[in-house]
């Protein structure tokens, strides 16, 4: 059983968007006993300059300024640490994730707090935790040679150390609905097993 939910929903369409359905039955499935909503529709302020300045200072040396600079990018990652199963729902938009979706990993992506540096590499400091992805395209094929979005994203799981990933997809809906909605049940089925 999940106990925190943390959904995050990157499609710009809110009626209608494939990916939303597929997280809604994902998280009926799932029935956490608490679930934090952060639906990216309207976007996210993208990291500028005064983010990247404010980040690099240690949090006690901080001023007022820069501590209000990582507000939202602290509050991201708060989500991101309470939770134990993480849920993303996107569409692929020209064969990669959306923009605000991007946004959001810059936020959460901070050295010393979701990962730090080691001598051996990037080292991910959210173990313990699930991701379940929630696909949905209009041609591009999940895993295929066009499809940056997926390998991205497990990559930036890993990355943060959530290494337990799992994939619904339901791609290539313009081009065969039904097989579509099949693979998406499919992989439903196999996340309840």
């Known amino acids: 059983m999940t106990e925190t939910l943390l959904r995050i929903d990157a499609s ?5 968007s494939v990916s939303r359905v597929l997280a809604d039955t ?10 934090i909503h952060r639906d990216l529709a ?5 990291i500028d300059t005064a983010w990247i300045g404010a980040n690099g200072v240690q949090a006690s040396e901080r001023s007022a300024e820069q501590r209000a600079a990582l507000t939202l990018s602290d509050t991201l990652v708060a989500e991101l640490q ?7 729902s996107l569409p692929i938009y020209n064969f990669g994730v959306p923009s ?12 010393g707090i979701t990962f ?3 001598e051996n590499g990037p080292v991910g400091l959210l173990e313990g935790k699930r991701a379940i992805i929630a696909i949905a395209s209009g041609g591009t094929e999940v895993d295929s040679a066009i499809d940056f979005a997926t390998p991205y994203l497990r990559h930036v799981m890993g990355f943060i150390g959530i290494t337990d990933v799992e994939i ?4 290539r809906l313009m081009v065969d609905a039904a097989a579509s909605q099949a693979r998406a049940e499919d ?3 196999r996340l309840a097993a």
Not at 26 to 35: R, V
Not at 168 to 171: C, L
């Open 12 to 16: 710009a369409r809110i009626d209608g």
């Open 100 to 111: 605000t979706l991007k946004a959001w990993i810059d936020h959460v992506a901070r050295a």
């Open 26 to 35: 994902i998280a009926d499935k799932l029935a956490p006993a608490k679930t």
């Open 116 to 118: 730090r540096y080691s």
């Open 168 to 171: 619904v997809r339901s791609d």
């Open 187 to 189: 992989d439903i089925r």
């Open 82 to 88: 309470e939770a134990d199963t993480l849920l993303i």
């Open 42 to 46: 309207n976007g996210l302020p993208h």
